[in-house]
């Protein structure tokens, strides 16, 4: 797979998201927090999903203070929303907005790391609902009001072990791969009827909670904050990606 980089010194205008409606999900914490905060500080108006609501109050309360666009929560646990939940906020948001101009599929859970052998069923199946099956009922969902948009953008979250296997990563990267599988058949299905871009992104490895979780060793602060990532994100999501779609981008 042949990874894609936002242009070399990319820098966005600061209005670039102005107008736009872009709903990121798992928006409370880590990299779809800064991610949040950065489309507002770009003049989105920033739609929170997540399932802790005390965080995504925060967020709110962080972009207001700012003097982005009041931006909406929804407080949905990924995990065990059904079907029913998926169409009510479909239907919410279709009668608040003429259409949505971004999705950044960002929530993800990391799972068991250990060996297959020892992996547990409902953990693995716990990973595929959250990082692949709430993907696709909440792009299923959501797709009329994105084609609503003159161009809008939908960015999967990737992850180097959803590009190439390793050992002990079990359901996170398997969840990975089908993420990456997803945005290609997704891509190819709206590239010539559509104004809908579809790609990924691994943010590769970035000093948030998931991380150091992933690796308790490590020095936390040999990575990236999340701020310092923030680029390809802001290319991903605004007009200067129109037209590409179906690639798999990484952060560096
Ligand atoms: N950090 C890295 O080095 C790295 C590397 C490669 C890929 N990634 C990917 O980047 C994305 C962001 O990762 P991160 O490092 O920022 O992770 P994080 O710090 O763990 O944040 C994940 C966010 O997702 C939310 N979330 C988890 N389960 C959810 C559920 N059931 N329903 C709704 N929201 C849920 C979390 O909510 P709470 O705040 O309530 O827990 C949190 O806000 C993920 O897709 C991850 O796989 C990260």
């Known amino acids: 797979m042949e990874e894609k980089f936002a242009p070399r010194g990319y820098s966005p205008e600061s209005d670039l998201l102005q107008g736009k409606t872009i709903l990121v999900t798992g928006a409370g914490d880590g990299i779809g927090r800064t991610a949040a905060l950065t489309y507002a500080a770009h003049g989105a108006t920033v739609l929170l999903l997540g399932r802790t609501e005390s965080k995504l109050e925060a967020v709110y309360d962080a972009i207001e203070r700012a003097g982005g666009a009041q931006p909406g929560i929804i407080a949905m646990d990924l995990l065990s929303a059904d079907a029913a939940q998926y169409h009510t906020l479909a239907e919410g948001l279709e009668g608040t907005f003429d259409c949505l101009d971004g999705l950044l599929h960002n929530a ?132 200067d990606s129109r037209g590409v779609t179906g690639q798999a981008f990484s952060a560096r």
């Open 108 to 239: 993800a859970l990391l799972g068991d790391m250990c060996p297959v052998e020892n992996a547990g069923y409902q953990s693995w199946c716990d990973v595929m609902q959250v990082n692949v099956n709430a993907q696709f009922m909440l792009t299923k969902v959501l797709l009329p009001l994105l084609q609503r948009a003159p161009g809008a953008s939908i960015v999967l979250t990737s992850s180097g072990v959803g590009r190439s296997g390793r050992a002990y990563w079990g359901s996170y990267a398997v969840s990975k791969f089908a993420t990456e599988g997803f945005m290609q058949v997704l891509a190819d299905e709206l590239a010539n009827t559509t104004q809908v871009r579809v790609n990924s992104l691994n943010p590769k490895g970035t000093n948030t909670a998931m991380r150091r979780t992933a690796y308790p060793a490590e020095n936390p602060t040999d990575n990236p904050s999340p701020e310092d990532i923030m680029g390809v994100y802001l290319y991903l999501m605004g007009d």
